[in-house]
């Protein structure tokens, strides 16, 4: 007995970030052209982008907060920032 082909293969290595490049350069020549077109189109398309974004990082933060240590959402962040780390400059 054979097994069917399998359909849902996963693109990786150079092809999947060449397939990312290319749809990324054709959002941002699509943004320009509409950008010069209509502006109000334009400036409505990036707004809400910016809403998608942040409705999509609320909802990470959301569903995750019961897998922080108790002390909130700062835990990575403050992990960052420890002397011992010395990932930001310090400010005096």
């Given at each position: 007995m054979t097994t069917p082909p399998h359909t849902g293969e996963r693109v990786t290595g150079w092809p999947r970030y060449a397939?990312?490049?290319?749809?990324?350069?054709?959002?941002?020549?699509?943004l320009y052209a509409i950008s010069q077109y209509n502006y109000l189109l334009f400036?409505?398309?990036?707004?809400?982008?910016?809403?998608?974004?942040?409705?999509?990082?609320?909802t990470?933060?959301?569903?995750?907060?019961?897998?922080?240590?108790?002390?909130?959402?700062?835990?990575h962040f403050s992990r960052m920032c420890h002397n011992s780390l010395q990932k930001f400059p310090k400010v005096s």
């Amino acid at each position: 007995m054979t097994t069917p082909p399998h359909t849902g293969e996963r693109v990786t290595g150079w092809p999947r970030y060449a397939l990312l490049a290319a749809c990324l350069l054709a959002g941002t020549a699509t943004l320009y052209a509409i950008s010069q077109y209509n502006y109000l189109l334009f400036h409505t398309l990036v707004e809400l982008f910016a809403v998608a974004v942040a409705v999509s990082v609320f909802t990470i933060g959301w569903n995750t907060r019961r897998q922080t240590s108790g002390s909130g959402g700062c835990t990575h962040f403050s992990r960052m920032c420890h002397n011992s780390l010395q990932k930001f400059p310090k400010v005096s």
